[in-house]
């Protein structure tokens, strides 16, 4: 869901009750891998399609453009600044619900959903959510430290660092941030805890972070790895990753795509891993007691390679550099 970057003032925390109105308004959104994505869905004028992560709805709109009349769209997304951007499209064949991705099959109910004929996935964080400072997302501006994509339940990271111990801090930011110097960090943050100073906005964070790494790869702000495994851990980004992916398998129809755009390795790694599973169920060694078309059917077959964006692409929007997008087709219903 990364989108395109676009320059803002230095801003200051701002109240709580700001409304989500306010928060639409300060960014420009520009959605990744637009048309390749669309396209690998394999659009069916009359068919039934799912957006997961809605973000600003690029996305959606090109899948509206290609539908006919009878063809249906949902979209689900768990920003209420997304939610206020979706109910703004009028459209009797569109329909948008407030729910983390991992909730598809609650989605099926309502809307009397069997199968569908595509699926897609645009994970990560938009630029709105990036660029609006008092969502917490970014140390270029000093906000509240909040990072939440839901702003309705969970914890933010301010209330995170608050009771989160030195140890399992490190575990975090090592696993979700790859950052080699987690220990450091995190012993850092806990520091500056246990020394009477809460952690409470971005841009205190950010010094803390910077602080504690010695060595900083040209043109990365010391704070991106640690600010990346925080935003993942409190969002339960790949956990709700993990959980999504086999209820899409459980979603499509026989021919339906499913397809997800990933930003970093993390992500990927699953996506990745999940269609290999799926597609190589009869992998089995030559003397395995149980002959491979005695077992279930592969489920999934890969559409393609991996796509990335293109360079002029990435010249227009840089945030869109780390895009992988994966393409798999349903091929058998157990």
């Given at each position: 869901?990364?989108?395109?970057?676009?320059?803002?003032?230095?801003?200051?925390?701002?109240?709580?009750?700001?409304?989500?109105?306010?928060?639409?308004?300060?960014?420009?959104?520009?959605?990744?891998?637009?048309?390749?994505?669309?396209?690998?869905?394999?659009?069916?004028?009359?068919?039934?399609y799912i957006d997961g992560t809605f973000g600003r709805g690029g996305h959606s709109k090109k899948i509206l453009s290609k539908l006919g009349e009878t063809g249906r769209l949902f979209a689900m997304d768990r920003d209420l600044a997304a939610m206020e951007a979706g109910e703004a499209i009028k459209d009797a064949r569109f329909k948008i619900e407030h729910r983390h991705f991992s909730e598809i099959n609650q989605l099926a109910i309502?809307?009397?959903?069997?199968?569908?004929?595509?699926?897609?996935?645009?994970?990560?964080?938009?630029?709105?959510?990036?660029?609006?400072?008092?969502?917490?997302?970014?140390?270029?501006?000093?906000?509240?430290?909040?990072?939440?994509?839901?702003?309705?339940?969970?914890?933010?990271?301010?209330?995170?660092?608050?009771?989160?111990?030195?140890?399992?801090?490190?575990?975090?930011?090592?696993?979700?941030?790859?950052?080699?110097?987690?220990?450091?960090?995190?012993?850092?943050?806990?520091?500056?805890?246990?020394?009477?100073?809460?952690?409470t906005s971005t841009g205190q964070l950010a010094k803390v972070v910077a602080s504690a790494i010695p060595k900083v790869e040209p043109g990365q702000n010391p704070a991106t790895r640690t600010f990346q495994a925080l935003r993942i851990y409190v969002n339960q980004e790949l956990e709700e990753l993990s959980l999504i992916l086999p209820k899409c398998l459980d979603s499509l129809v026989v021919g339906g795509r499913l397809v997800v755009i990933s930003f970093h390795s993390l992500e990927d790694r699953i996506v990745k891993r999940f269609i290999s599973g799926e597609e190589n169920r009869d992998d089995l060694p030559s003397n395995f007691p149980i002959k491979a078309k005695d077992l279930p059917q592969a489920r999934l077959k890969m559409v393609g390679k991996a796509i990335k964006p293109s360079a002029d692409e990435i010249k227009l929007n840089v945030r869109a550099r780390s895009a992988v997008m994966r393409v798999a087709e349903r091929t058998a219903i157990a």
């Open positions: 869901m990364m989108t395109g970057a676009t320059s803002a003032p230095k801003l200051t925390p701002i109240s709580a009750k700001a409304s989500v109105s306010t928060m639409t308004q300060s960014s420009t959104h520009i959605t990744v891998l637009l048309n390749e994505a669309v396209d690998a869905l394999n659009i069916n004028p009359s068919g039934t309502n809307n009397s959903l069997k199968r569908v004929d595509g699926i897609l996935l645009d994970l990560g964080i938009s630029s709105p959510q990036i660029d609006e400072g008092e969502r917490g997302f970014s140390f270029r501006f000093d906000g509240p430290l909040d990072m939440r994509m839901d702003q309705t339940r969970g914890k933010t990271v301010a209330e995170l660092l608050a009771t989160i111990s030195e140890k399992q801090l490190g575990e975090v930011i090592k696993h979700y941030g790859e950052e080699r110097f987690a220990k450091q960090v995190a012993r850092a943050i806990i520091k500056e805890r246990t020394d009477g100073r809460a952690i």
